[in-house]
């Protein structure tokens, strides 16, 4: 699978498992299932419920953790310098690791963005403190990125928004990239089956023998999203993954990205 680089040289895989309502129970399936697959970044967060689960199944996982690139996010409730600080040292001993590749802001506080840029501050911290590899955040809006330009020491390195060929993102994403900031997208496949049956999407789908998702994700990292699929069926998990091999050509990729409506299957 394609790696990227964030801004500080950090690798990270382009394509990784995410654990968004997956379940304790049915995590130490999932992640065997994924792990087996070739995956080896797992997006985690918080305020899913199940990092303990997460980092359960890691340690059985026999993996060895340099050969993983795992991601979490501090949740809106723990904002600010010291409740991160605490926030992120419960995360790292719910997954039972020594150390983090990502952690994020999850989302902004747009009623109170002070106690964001202390939660950056404390993001800054624990980078240099070399706890976590890289940091970023997710859900900031252009404005939003340039109040923490303005007062960081350490820009951020990933901006994680949604993403799908309905919300293309496409003046966000320049933005991101313009200012050294890989982008990452959730919901990369959309939400039940409106785009995987959008007849530009089976089109390709049937033009290159694959699957609806397999062309989203394919669209995803072709055009530098950094994604994360998650799915509980392990035949879908292992097909998400099989995305190698081929690449969309710049009028494909043009055709999915006309699709957009600007539409949020998500909170706005």
Not at 141 to 168: C, G, W
């Amino acid at each position: 699978m394609e790696t990227t680089q964030l801004s500080n040289g950090v690798t990270i895989p382009m394509l990784g498992f995410g654990t968004y309502l997956i379940d304790s129970k049915d995590v130490p399936a999932a992640i065997k299932t994924a792990l087996d697959a070739g995956y080896r970044h797992l997006d985690c967060a918080h305020i899913y419920g199940n990092e303990p689960a997460v980092g359960a199944a890691i340690k059985a996982s026999g993996v060895d953790r340099s050969d993983l690139f795992i991601t979490s996010k501090v949740w809106n409730a723990d904002q600010g310098y010291d409740k991160t600080l605490a926030a992120f040292d419960k995360t790292l001993s719910d997954l039972q690791l020594d150390y983090l590749d990502l952690y994020l802001i999850h989302w902004p506080n747009e009623e109170n963005f002070d106690l964001t840029l202390d939660t950056w501050r404390a993001l800054e911290t624990l980078y240099q403190q070399k706890k976590v590899r890289a940091i970023g955040v997710s859900n900031f809006s252009e404005d939003q990125l340039e109040r923490v330009f303005a007062m960081a020491t350490v820009k951020p390195m990933v901006n994680q928004i949604e993403r799908h060929p309905y919300k293309v993102q496409a003046e966000l994403g320049k933005f991101d990239t313009d200012n050294g900031i890989v982008n990452e997208g959730y919901s990369p496949i959309g939400h039940g089956h409106l785009i995987l049956e959008d007849p530009v999407i089976t089109k390709l789908a049937d033009k290159y023998g694959k699957s609806p998702a397999q062309i989203v994700l394919r669209w995803q990292v072709d055009t530098g999203f950094v994604v994360f699929p998650k799915s509980s069926k392990p035949a879908r998990v292992r097909e998400n993954f099989e995305i190698s091999g081929f690449n969309l050509t710049a009028e494909e990729i043009a055709e999915i990205n006309a699709l957009d409506q600007d539409k949020h299957l998500n909170y706005d």
